[in-house]
């Protein structure tokens, strides 16, 4: 499986009600299917999967299955805390049509996800597991870096076949990919703000909450890398840093559909405890797009 | 509702298929309601509440209440990352038998848990709970310290009634108890470590691993300050430290059921991804508590 | 050596152009000499040492000395980077009239500053120096918490007499008086904020900031321990929290130094790369003592 | 000013007694002089400048101008923790020959250096020297990263012409490289595992320990970005960053002497507190070094 491409990790759409509203999931696929995406990634951390029962991924996992065309890669969110649990949600993923399954380091008890723990984790998850697993690091909000070890040791069983990297360490994703070569492993990016700076290193592609809302751009920045353009790769992918901070470590969720909305996707309210970005935060967030358009020129 | 005394945050016995034992729950409430507890909080941390399905954690606590003598508080940690989801959960909780609920802070969105979304969301839960409500802060698990200040706005809400308090930060204990005096506001020691500054600080009671397994010497500590014998408090909470760190920081809940194990109760296996305690980690706790029984001698 | 009791560690004054102003210092004493001090502290953190030269340390040392009577400790703080910097200093300052030597923690290579060269560096020190050291922990500062074992290991040390820990973690605080015992060891609480549970778990005195500038009610709260008023202690503890924090945690030297230009003393500038704290900053302290005097009633 | 290329952070030799080896000094400059380095840093943080006098700081300064060809560019750490002292520092580096001072960002009082104060440091520092100033941001060693918004700032000042940056924060140099794009300003890379990213973002050139050892194989990177050959930069850079971890991170100052010592340069002891690597250590060090050299061909 190839996974070399630019997926959005796709906000989950509520009402008012804060209940699924997939006629808003349907009105933002007929603007994200235009792009040239790789794919996309269902229940990642964006799509608020921390918030979501059971049901309620599964049936989402279906609706994107159909709206996205066939030859769309679907990753899907699957960890959970309990192995147990991501095993069983893992299959039920799978048979609801994902093609690869997302898998976060569980994180609870964080004092005892040693590198033992985790490789057993993601061992018993990937033996059981009908289609291929994708490790997904993300400290921001874990409060775990997935080891490079544990990486490089679990790059070698024959149904890992990557990992999603969010921490941003630059170092850590050139030694992945030097110490994976050979083994089938692909690396992807877990930000748009350090996306160049991994595909120099050696990462095939990006998930990038950014996608939700500039996937044309996104998408740009990885056709000029590989087109060998560096100078315009970097001056895009310079001005992308200051609207990407904002929707994700600055104002997360929130800031992120906050930024759908003024930009003609839906990006509508999160689930509590998420609050929606007040007024002030709205006000930087657009001033940051319009200045990013003025740019973009 | 008086909170004054001890709990332990009781473990879940599982077999080895995982699943919950209740033979060797019944076992193990035979000995603790020997103790001199003043209830039992059911589903916090040491419980494996992470690794828990909806339906398990009601099972477990309407079994707990029935284990139970009747003037024992049962506390029900019923938090959720989703306000719906905790909502939903501590209202079948009341309806199992809960006194309480213990309701930790959601943590997976921590870079947008600030002060306004966290007191948003303990208020919607008290708001509609039918039980009285306890917050709960745990910094270790959670990588989120519940802030004074929310702490002592949510104070004046009549259906909050407490917290627990897992940092172990003494100045904010005291100053806690100091702010929300007058709001009928009780605060309670997360760990057994730090009890007795607790306790002079103004904490009336303390949810304490260490006391699923040294019970007896925990309630006792409570009993030695409420009768005003310092000097023999300070030596018996000098000599809880090392046990106390072992089975929480150092070991975790593995720790904890192994030193249950060594101790004649039930510990038995955890829930993968946490693992058993290794050989050598059980020879050190081994090592600790039968220095402890010496020192009690 | 006995080390019970309360220690400002004392600011040093500055004029306008940052110089050393005796004649401020010497106000300043004649008013802190009314309070029953156990000693003073020079050139701990809150006297700017890290912004102080060798000389101008030994001629602010010798100054003090003729500034204080005879009966109180003069404990000087000679820490440096380097340890043969540490030991050269520690010389000095006993020369200039020393009782004993506060020693912070090398901080700089945090990296390699593992438990065994901490061990090395504070071995080395103590065994050249003429006068007895105590151990100095300062998290906030240096970045590094003198790990318990250290301080453990550290105190069979004839000439190592004692730790003044401002982590504030009271579960160490109680573990280190308690695997200390018996060594002549003895640990002073960094700060006025855990100063009463650091009596409880068996401390024996304070060196704290908030002393600089609320000497009586600092050593009013040491005395009511002392005479077993339990009750009394701890509401004068609670009320001198959110000073304390304030002068230190909140707004630093530059706020104590503010705090005591309001509470009649000398505070003056800081040196830079400090900053004088804002109108609003001072508008806020001034808040807060005046609320605290208002209570002291 | 030019700045563009490789230095490396030169270590300070010192005999057994810790004193400086003038004698060992020469010894490394007689193999460093025949790579291609743009300059050297003297007294930057693997010069172990935290342990140097003064006196000490400016006689290695003058000896290494005098060992340096004249087209080299000597780079002098001269940053104190006051304001006051760096700007004696900075001057009198200048007069010993410096052709820029590189600056770090004050940090024992790293509570109150906020953006306000930094920026006022760095002004009054740069307002004042003979020779133009660069930022340093290294918070492995201060618990400081100098945030982005003030290299902005400060890059507009005249006298202020870069920033080595040590964090490894690739979005981070993107950014700043962008916002200061006309400002005449230069970003330097400060450790070789984060070279090449830093490269294709738009730094200048590396400050890397690494090239104390390895100074060959770091110039040769710079000079495979140069030319293009990204793919060959990219095999090289994924070998550099294990034996750089070791000398940086994992062992420290002494991990990059004992490797020194292995390769055929002068390392010798470091200055206590730092301690000498253990026998392990240097095997661990010793087997990345020589798995390096195999890969190299």
Redesign the interface.
């Known amino acids: 499986m190839d996974l070399s491409g630019i997926y959005p990790p796709i906000v989950t759409p509520f009402g008012k009600d804060?209940n699924i509203s997939v006629e808003k999931l349907e009105e933002n696929f007929a603007k994200w299917n235009k792009h040239s995406f790789r794919g996309y990634v269902v229940q990642g951390?964006n799509g608020e999967y921390?918030?979501m029962?059971p049901d309620e991924k599964i049936m989402l996992l279906s609706k994107v299955r159909q709206l996205a065309p066939k030859d769309k890669l679907i990753i899907a969110g699957s960890g959970c805390?309990?192995?147990?649990?991501t095993i069983e949600m893992t299959s039920r993923m799978a048979s609801a049509g994902a093609d690869a399954a997302l898998v976060v380091t569980?994180c609870?008890?964080?004092?005892?996800?040693n590198a033992?723990?985790?490789e057993?984790?993601f061992t018993?998850v990937a033996d059981s597991s009908p289609i291929p697993i994708i490790l997904y690091s993300v400290p921001?909000?874990?409060?775990i870096d997935l080891p490079v070890e544990c990486v490089i040791n679990l790059s070698s069983h024959p149904n890992i076949i990557g990992v999603k990297d969010s921490g941003?360490?630059?170092?850590k994703i050139?030694?992945m990919?030097?110490k994976t070569s050979g083994n089938n492993f692909q690396v992807l990016a877990g930000?748009a703000?350090?996306l160049?700076?991994s595909y120099?290193?050696?990462a095939v592609g990006g998930v990038c909450a950014l996608a939700n809302v500039l996937g044309s751009e996104v998408c740009q920045l990885h056709q000029l890398y590989q087109e060998g353009k560096?100078d315009e790769a970097?001056l895009l992918?310079?001005?992308l840093?200051?609207p990407?901070?904002a929707v994700t470590?600055t104002y997360?969720?929130?800031g992120l559909k906050a930024s759908m909305d003024m930009m003609g996707l839906y990006g509508g309210p999160t689930?509590?405890?998420?609050?929606r970005s007040t007024q002030k935060q709205m006000l930087d967030i657009a001033g940051i797009f319009k200045e990013f358009e003025g740019f973009g020129g």
């Not at 609870?108 to 996800?113: A, V």
């Not at 941003?168 to 170092?171: N, Q």
């Not at 689930?271 to 609050?275: D, E, I, Q, T, V």
Request: avoid cysteine; hydrophobic fraction near 40%.
């Open positions: 804060e951390s921390a918030f029962r805390e309990a192995t147990r649990d569980p609870f008890y964080k004092g005892s996800m033992a723990a985790l057993n984790h018993q921001a909000n874990t409060g941003g360490d630059i170092s050139g030694y990919v030097h930000s703000s350090f160049l700076a120099v290193l050696g560096l970097r992918q310079h001005k840093i200051l990407n901070t470590k997360g969720v929130a689930r509590s405890p998420l609050m």
